[in-house]
């Protein structure tokens, strides 16, 4: 599974990914300050991310009163998060990165 070369972000989205999430889940708080990055990093990224994956599940949650975190699924229960708070566009893209690259 290849995720998409991106304009900005070119060798991030070409990592090959050798221990694949089952799925990644984003969670959103809905209100600005928090969203505004994690929105920017969706607009930018999300429909590259799925044309390249289409079968792949990708889901964006948005829930009140939460810190935005981007976890991963893996194989036998085995859950990992990163916490995207006050993260810019382009850390928010590494943090995918580091996810979907490491071993679970």
């Excluded at 708080?29 to 792949?56: M, R, W």
């Amino acid at each position: 599974m290849l995720l998409p070369v991106a304009s900005k972000c070119v060798p991030i989205f070409t990592v090959l990914i050798w221990h694949p999430p089952r799925e990644l889940l984003l969670c959103l708080c809905g209100s600005p300050p928090l969203f505004t990055c994690e929105c920017d990093f969706i607009e930018q990224h999300y429909v590259e991310l799925k044309k390249a994956n289409p079968e792949f599940p990708i889901l964006i949650r948005e829930c009140s009163g939460v810190q935005p975190k981007l976890w991963a699924r893996y194989d036998f229960g085995k859950e990992t998060n990163v916490s995207l708070n006050n993260l810019n566009v382009d850390q928010v893209a590494r943090a995918l990165e580091s996810v979907v690259t490491r071993k679970p």
